[in-house]
């Protein structure tokens, strides 16, 4: 009887040893793929670039990226290629864009694995570091959003896995070659931010040298990966026009590092939100890294502070442009957890104080808030969750460090996906745009302009699945052209841009948008009986 308890008791613990930490994996990712189907494409980014896709769809303009009728020159088309290959095979669907960045957070999980493999680490250790990125806060949050950032740190890490030990052989560094271009294609030189103090500190933290051969053939890697985007920038701009290739080829790259418009953020600016990409384990001091004493290690600090530096220095600042930087942290956290430790309980008591002052927080908007954050865009149910599960976490007491370090990891995960999903379940009602993109391509079939009052984003392109550009407008004063050239034109702007003006209320459409209202109306709502105050003369009534 001992003799077949043991043989039973053996393949579990086996199976515990080898995949408890791929089930945390797993869990993990499938909370964030719930959280990305479960919410609406958010205005303005999510939006724009699905909608860039499907002005590309329609157009069959498969090169030269679209948005407004207009080419769209601020991003490489490798996300677009991917929405529409996946339109191709399960036609044009809203899910199928939401899929691609978890898609592309497995495979950056993968590389990572890969990565810690090859710098050493046994399996078991190695697991622990997609374990540990997958977990971070701004990781996850990304890995349910249709951005760029996910898909270029997947890309990355294909391009220096063959590059972290072993012979450079002509298979690896064709392999490199190939993911370096895709990176190129998912968001253009910012690649080499990264990916260039790596290659340029090879000889600090590789244990062995590459060798005239590796040089060789690394040279061509890198060769073949900047071929992939001329090929197509090349091509794009031909079909785009002058003012296009040069936007597309300088503006894009060159000026945006010394000075950009958009996003222009102070020098220390992204220092206040480390603590914050790296949660929970920015909180959990047992996971803190320490500076490196072996070769392998510096590969870990190259990748993160060097590019971190250079990005702080770029005039430009997204706290999502930061997230290449995150796998070379989970490194650092995976070596971390890998030293020998004791048996004594580790608590995890900072990261559910951390849980539990959040779902307070939300909690106290819900009932005393006013603005955007009140009862009507807050769960008062998703806040009590919220601070239930931070009281669990509090009380839970882990007796080794590997077990607190996945269940922090699936704690802060359910987390939040109790944030995303119960508590801000409201607010993403504001953000959804279904109802007015599909009143917009009413109009439209119905032959009557439509404009937009300000900078348009394409928000409604793909919502509506619009087929024609909507109309600018500068200023609301730009309505009574609009009228009397269209009498029969409608306007779209927000409501606190219009309201003053509106002579007929019961012919405007409003909706809920974002932090406020969207109205939707036609020109003739703007005059009551021949005036109107918005053009400050009398002008014919329809």
Known sequence: MTTLKKSLSLPALCWEARYRDTLAIALLWTLAVI??????????????????????WHAHSWVLPLMNGEPYSDKPPLL???????????????????????????????????IARRLGYAGSRARVAPLVLMAMLMWNLYSGALMFDILLTACLLGAISPLVSGALTPRRALR???????????????????FGPILLGLRWWRAEPLGPGGRRRLLLALALGIAMLAAWALSAAVIGGHAYARELLWGQSVD??????AHARPLWWYLPWLPVLLFPWSLWPAA?????????????????LVPFVLFSLISGKQIHYLMPLLPALALMVMDRLAQPEDERPRRVRAVAAAIIALGALGLGLALFGHGVLDATTLSLFGSLALIAWGAIVWRWRPAKRSIAARGLALGSGIALLILAQLMLAPLWQRYDVTRPGELIAQLQL???????????????QFAGRLAQPLATLGSPQ???????????????????????????????????????KLDILPTRALFHAGQSALCGNTTPAP
Not at 35 to 51: H, K, Q
Not at 85 to 112: E, F, R, T
Not at 176 to 194: D, E, H, Q, S
Not at 492 to 516: C, K, L, M, N, P
């Open 446 to 460: 119905e032959g009557r302009p439509v404009a937009f009052d300000g900078n348009y984003q394409a928000t409604f």
């Open 35 to 56: 959280g990305a189907l479960s919410r609406p494409l958010m205005p303005i980014d999510e939006t724009r670039y699905v909608s860039v896709a499907w002005e590309m």
């Open 176 to 194: 490199c070659g190939i993911w370096l271009g895709l990176a190129l294609l998912a968001k253009g030189p910012a690649v080499f931010v990264t």
């Open 256 to 261: 945006r590092l010394h000075d950009s418009m």
């Open 288 to 304: 803190w890294p320490r500076r490196p004493r072996q070769r392998h290690q510096r590969l870990m600090w190259i990748w993160a």
């Open 80 to 114: 677009f290629w991917l929405i529409q290959a996946g339109w191709g095979v399960l036609g044009v669907n809203a899910w199928w864009p939401k899929l691609i960045a978890p898609l592309a957070a497995l495979v950056a999980m993968q590389h990572l694995y890969r």
């Open 478 to 516: 730009d309505a009574c052209a609009l009228h009397q050239a269209h009498p029969d034109a409608w306007i779209v702007g927000r409501e606190r841009d219009w309201q003053r003006y509106i002579a007929d209320i019961s012919a405007v459409h409003t909706f809920d948008y974002r932090g406020g």
